[in-house]
């Protein structure tokens, strides 16, 4: 279902001249006719306006669209982005783009989707990287020797 055209201030002023013209008594289908909408528009909204008032013909922010991060924040949230995941609750030293987007949520309040922290992400020149896969037994000491003095001897070993 798409949105109607119009602001939503057009749109909430549609909706009060709806339920205005039902209080004069013309039909939910008259006044389909001339808002341009479905009858059943009209019923709802006056159903929200029996049982909320005023209140409930106002507009309400449609899903997804009041939820970016102001541009002035961006530099914010790289900073924040910075001090590691662990710094903001997560066990392990690795962002995902779901603990990007819950760290977003938390620091700002602001609700975003998977593809949102992404497009995010790419703005403040964060690119995806895959982690080098060690074994957690790994003793950086011994494979430092060995490529140092090990692999030298082989080489020589060859030549």
């Not at 013309?26 to 019923?43: L, M, Q």
């Not at 924040?80 to 819950?102: K, M, N, S, V, Y």
């Not at 998977?114 to 964060?126: C, E, K, N, V």
């Not at 896969?133 to 082989?154: G, H, S």
Request: aromatic share 8%; net charge negative.
């Amino acid at each position: 279902m798409t949105r109607p055209a119009g602001t939503k201030e057009e749109l909430e002023a549609r909706r009060r001249r709806a339920v205005a013209m039902l209080e004069l008594g013309h039909s939910p289908y008259e006044i389909a006719e001339v808002e341009g909408v479905t009858p059943w528009s009209v019923y709802r909204w006056k159903k929200m306006h029996e049982e909320e008032g005023n209140d409930g013909l106002r507009s309400k922010p449609h899903p997804g669209s009041a939820t970016t991060l102001p541009k002035e924040d961006f530099g914010e949230l790289a900073d924040l982005l910075q001090q590691g995941p662990q710094a903001h609750g997560f066990e392990t030293d690795q962002w995902t783009l779901d603990r990007i987007r819950i760290t977003i949520e938390q620091e700002f309040g602001v609700s975003v989707s998977i593809p949102t922290a992404w497009r995010y992400m790419q703005r403040i020149d964060w690119s995806c990287q895959k982690p080098q896969r060690r074994a957690r037994e790994r003793d950086e000491a011994a494979v430092e020797e060995w490529l140092n003095e090990t692999v030298p001897a082989i080489e020589k070993k060859r030549g």
